[in-house]
């Protein structure tokens, strides 16, 4: 009799069991709801894949037909405008290029405001102004919907990873909700504070990381005209003091690493375009706060100047190429 129990009890804790991972299935299964994605570039096009991989249904739109061809392909269901994206979900992600870029997403005659739904979570992931991400998110909550500013920083590599970094600002009641969605295409995804302190942080991390790739690209130039071979150089670099995210995660320097745009003539990554907007940035909030930034301001002086010589379009580790060339004047 005990025996014939204890089969009972543990049949009963097998269905038990059971139960709960099938209703803990269906809950997940119930989240995945379509997601809206507004740009599919060179960042946004791995995130919005990653996304499809989880098992979101995805509903996406850019500028350009040709760049949601391939996420078709994959499932998603491509439109014509933001508007068509905020009137099929009630999540949204936004990866564009600038603050004009958003605005016109956002707020434009095709814009996601124009259809919106109430309750809508929309997540900007661009790198804009910080006071762009407030009227933004004023302007959704005149909507009923909740605007949030998540930033990325890992690059293209990251993104197709999903190891990116979300630095997120917004209503810290409103992350545990982000993150379901930022976690598919991240390793971090962190709360950063209000609406505009996401943009505030990533603004920080990209003047270090213009600031560092400079100081990677002048020592590799120097050590190889001391006659160090690039990839000795790198070793010794990466392995003292002096290692940083751009010795060796993405070096400058043709031949010293594959898999990064200095292995592809600096095509993909990150343009110099955008590494200079995103200096631009880090100037104006610089003197709105009366903040000096020598170094940043220097580096900004630099990358616009690439933009006239022929680099807007390059990865922005192009900077050695442009030191090498400048040794020629």
Known sequence: MAALFRVSRNLLQMCNKHADIA???????????????????NM?????????????????????????????????????????????????????????NVVDAYTGPHGILK???????????????????????????????????????????AASLAKLTFMVGGPEEEFTAVKELLGCMGANVLYCGPVGTGQAAKICNNMLLAIGMIGTAETMNLGIRLGLDPKLLAQILNMSSGRCWSSDAYNPVPGVMEGVPSANNYQGGYSTTLMTKDLGLAQDTAM?????????????????????????????????????????Q
């Open 23 to 41: 209703m803990a299935s269906s809950r997940a299964m119930a989240s995945k709801t379509a997601v809206g994605f507004i740009g599919l570039g």
């Open 115 to 157: 259809k919106v739904k109430k309750g809508t979570l929309l997540i900007d992931s661009s790198t804009i102004d910080p006071s762009v991400s407030k009227e933004m998110a004023a302007a959704a909550e005149k909507m009923g919907a909740v605007f949030m500013d998540a930033p990325v920083s890992g690059g293209v590599g």
């Open 44 to 100: 946004g096009s791995p995130m919005a894949k990653n996304l499809l991989k989880h098992g979101y249904p995805i509903v996406a739109a850019d500028t350009s037909p040709e760049c949601g061809k391939e996420l078709q392909d994959l499932g998603a269901q491509i439109v014509d405008c933001p508007a068509e994206v905020a009137d099929k979900t009630d999540r949204i992600i936004t990866m564009l290029p600038s603050s004009p």
């Open 288 to 328: 709105d706060t009366k903040t000096p930034i020598p170094l940043g301001s220097l580096a900004h002086e630099m990358y616009r100047v690439m933009c006239t010589r022929g680099y807007a379009s390059k990865d922005f580790s192009s900077v050695f190429q442009f030191l090498r060339e400048k040794e020629g």
